[in-house]
């Protein structure tokens, strides 16, 4: 066995950047593109083109735009989406997940574990303007709201012209519901709510009904970054397939033959 | 027996790392190679360990610059002639070579609040369900290895943070007492304010590095920071408020 002295400069004080020989940075990375080209679409998509690209065609409309009221008094540059977007937008920005994924890829606070942050100083959410993350409370109560009305538009998206049928997009617009309803009920805050913020579940029936629940909404929070992502992706693409028929570039293959 | 190139941290802060070749055999771990390294060319090598399986919580340590306990890394997961670098825990001060001081940790132990319990039942004797220990076992199977107290960036990298955050390992604590069935001082604000959870940034490294399996971030920390907000921040509970007070003005 020989030994060598091969690294005179010290490492120690700075750990460099990292010794992590992983390829650490590329999660961060995908996440920070990935959170990119949602943000990008959804604002061109429903915020600036909301009265100029379709999006609602025969029973589908775009979850963007669900439900539509007040489109007729708007004026036209004015997206209807506006009424709409700032609840889902609201609850994902304070969401305990996207938290997480955006401080690291965004504000690489840190970009990975073990990797040196660049910031100088740090008080996380203990300051302005962070400490605005607690509203994730508020926002919660918000998206809760917003299940029934998604649940009903995918329902209703199976009913066109008098006659129960199936499209692709009613199909896209019930998973949209079902994978919202996951990212919804798995929530941090919904948790809590539920029975987290409970010390003791044998006090009373209600108490003991509530542990079960919560034993259900634990499960389905375990998995709360796969809902995140599943329920966000399928929104976005719902959206864009629904503007693609109304805007007749594509065709929805269904049961009613055309909306036309 | 194959050969690894050990890149290990000598000496104190102004050390450095020295590289040595040193046989290994694939069922053994990197703290056997240390080991075989300390009874051969660096019989001077300071580094703590205990049990050899994963229980004491003293052989952590920094492998390819991740938090690690050494006992818990597998030889065979690494190929033959390859460096690996074994650095000591960063955040806290290095004595020598593998080892630091860890005392601060001691110290937040002292400042987190101790377990006070209800009053006993009226046959002097203290009643909790199976049900309602269930969620604290997970808090208990903490082996104190500090290493989520070392991953945490929030002291890592900001090292002025640590008068006034407590770390991961300690909110293990605070929640395993907070969440007790038996806690009486779970609603009191001084069982959550003061420790620094709103310092963390929810980033869970904390969570990826504990050995032990426990979901710090999403077990402990987040239901934390969920009880500072119905203290604080929740609407429901502000109305709430608001109309008790009015009835009790009646
Ligand atoms: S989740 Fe919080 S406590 Fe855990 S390592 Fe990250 S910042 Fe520190
Ligand atoms: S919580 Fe996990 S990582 Fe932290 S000290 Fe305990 S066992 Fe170690
Ligand atoms: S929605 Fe992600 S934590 Fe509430
Ligand atoms: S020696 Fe006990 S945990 Fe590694």
Redesign the pocket.
Known sequence: MVSQNTQTESLFNRYAKTLRKDRWWLEPLLVGVGLFIFVMYSTVSAALLGNYWPYEIGPYVSPFFEPLFYTDILPKWVSPAIFILWAPLS??M??????RAYYRSYFLSPPACAVQEPADSYSGESTVPLVVQNI?RF??YG?LIFVPILWNGAIRSFYWDGEIGIGIGSVLLLINAFLLSG??F??????HLIGGGLNSFTGSKYQLFRKKIWNIVTVI?SH?KY??WSSLIVVGLSDLYVHMVASEWITDINTWNSFF | MPLVDLKVWRGDDNGEYISYLVEYDEGEVILDVVHRLQSTDAQDLAVRWNCKAGKCGSCSAEVNGKPSLMCMQRMVNFTPGEEIIISPMKTFPLIKDLVTDVSWNYENARKVPAFSPKKVDTDGKHRMQQVDIERGQEFHQCIECYLCQDVCHVIRDHPENKDNFVGPRFFVQIASVNMHPLESASQKPSALYGFGLDYCNITKCCTEVCPAGIKITDNAI?PLKERLVDDKYDPVRWLGRIISKGKSGK
Request: proline share 0%; glycine share 4%; net charge positive.
């Open positions: 609850f994902r304070t969401c305990y997940y996207y938290r994730h926002s919660m998206a990212y919804t798995g929530c941090h805050s919904f948790r929070n709360h809902w995140a | 987040i």
